[in-house]
């Protein structure tokens, strides 16, 4: 979502609060409006908009649109403490399946709210996960839409001898799973993640998850130390890695996915964003 080379759009999905849309890319001639396809994402707070009283903390679906053409829109619906029990509980779901048209794109991407032991939220990695990812897809192939499993990103896991370990249990092999029964496109996050920040190591992944120093930021002036929710940094390179291997989905801006240093500066960020789950 960038202010300036990114038109800042907004969609209003029944029932629900308007969101904040971007898309960009290098010049070039638009659409028309009838071929225009959007992208809708469902998830938790790994890929939820945060509002600009909360930088630097980010989420993924927020920063996608830094990575995709102009006429290509992201409505992001992802909401801080979801799982997909919970997100479709709600009445989410049924409002976005509501809107989804014919070959826009429905990334659905749960698992650290299922894996919560709170009642509202909590599913089994190969019963109710499965069951509840079902509806999602189910219910974007009946408008013609196409369903995108994405596995869950990784947490920040390492041991004292700084080897990086899985978070996530068997949520991802279920999702893994579904996806080839069903011939849902998958994108594996979480194996996509889980390298990345292997390959960083202990110390230069605290740049991308939310570790801040004690008066780094207003937001948090006793400093904070999370594994599990990005800044900004993180929420961009995560980003990345789902459009880089998304190749299903419209408009990747393959200029973009090359350049490296895409500041934080170009995500737009909403006055506020929507609350959990009120379950």
Do not use: C
Not at 26 to 40: C, V, W
Not at 67 to 73: K, N, Q, S, Y
Not at 216 to 227: I, L, M, R, Y
């Amino acid at each position: 979502m960038i202010i300036g080379r990114r038109m800042l759009l907004r969609a209003a999905v029944t029932g629900a609060v308007a969101h904040w849309l971007g898309a960009a890319g290098p010049a070039e001639a638009r659409p028309s409006k009838d071929d225009r396809r959007t992208i809708y994402v469902v998830g938790d707070s790994t890929a939820s908009a945060y509002a600009t009283t909360e930088v630097p903390r980010a989420g993924w679906g927020q920063a996608l649109p830094l990575f995709l053409t102009p006429g290509t829109t992201v409505v992001n619906e992802a909401v801080s403490a979801s799982s997909s029990k919970s997100f479709s509980v709600a009445g989410r779901l049924d409002r976005i399946l509501a809107v989804l048209r014919p070959r826009d794109v429905l990334l659905i991407s749960f698992g650290h709210g299922d894996e919560s032991e709170h009642p509202t939220r909590h599913t089994d990695p190969w019963t109710t996960f499965q069951d509840y990812l079902q509806l999602y897809i189910d219910g974007a192939r009946a408008t013609r839409a196409l369903p995108v499993l994405v596995t869950p990103v990784e947490r920040r896991r390492f041991t004292a001898d700084g080897v990086s370990f899985l978070s996530h249990g068997e949520y991802p092999d279920a999702m893994r799973a579904l996806a080839a029964t069903t011939r849902t496109p998958l994108i594996d996050l979480a194996a996509l993640s889980f390298a990345l920040w292997s390959s960083l190591g202990p110390e230069a992944t605290k740049d991308y998850f939310l570790w801040l120093d004690a008066g780094e930021s207003p937001k948090f002036p006793n400093g904070v130390s999370d594994d599990t929710h990005l800044q900004a940094r993180g929420a961009i390179e995560v980003a990345r890695l789902v459009v880089s291997a998304g190749r299903m989905l419209p408009g990747r801006d393959r200029r973009a996915l090359r350049d490296p240093d895409l500041s934080a500066d170009l995500l737009v960020r909403p006055p506020t964003r929507p609350g959990p789950d009120p379950l």
